[in-house]
């Protein structure tokens, strides 16, 4: 069963708007990462942010999480048409291997 | 970052036949390779893990003998998609990772799987 929930489904922001997107999870984690997803590509690493971190930033992106929520949320600022994807929470199963959201369709217009 | 090669990107086959995906580490070794499916407009679920020099290890509801899976070498893991049906059309995508520390995941770039 997946663990992640994205909300929303998905999300139509015009360019230099910041886009959030939110994940809650059910089981305890050690770490849970946010990933994009080009339609019709492979998966690209953003950010994994530590069970005992709150808050991590990485460029435009802010990632929070919230163990006592089991619920996470991925901030892009000043958005871009270019970050137009799909975007995926993961927790980590066993190892490396991840159990992903349900994703989060992003569209951002010019 | 790491790169991992998947390998067709596209692949369209007949009912009935067998279809090889190939991914590879190009740049590090890797014991354990996974492996995804992705239907239009969902998530990844994952498949089955392959391990070096011995047998995958699939997820509940995920056919062994349809679904094969060989991992003969430390660079090269390979999903068989055998006697394919229509309903086996969708993506497939592998990924990889060095290491043991748990940091991140590496994806090869897919494969759009369409049986006709």
Known sequence: SQQGEEDPQALSIQEGENATMNCSYKTSINNLQWYRQNSG???VHLILIRSNEREKHSGRLRVTLDTSKKSSSLLITASRAADT????????LSGYALNFGKGTSLL??? | GAVVSQHPSRVICKSGTSVKIECRSLDFQATTMFWYRQFPKQSLMLMATSNEGS??????????????????????????VTSAHPEDSSFYICSAAPGTAVTEAFFGQGTRLTVV
């Open chain 1, 41 to 43: 590509r492979g998966l």
């Open chain 1, 85 to 92: 994807a799909s975007y995926f929470c993961a927790t980590a």
């Open chain 1, 108 to 110: 951002v217009t010019p």
């Open chain 2, 55 to 80: 047998k995958a290890t699939y997820e509940q509801g995920v056919e062994k003998d349809k679904f094969l899976i060989n991992h003969a070498s430390l660079t090269l893991s390979t999903l068989t």
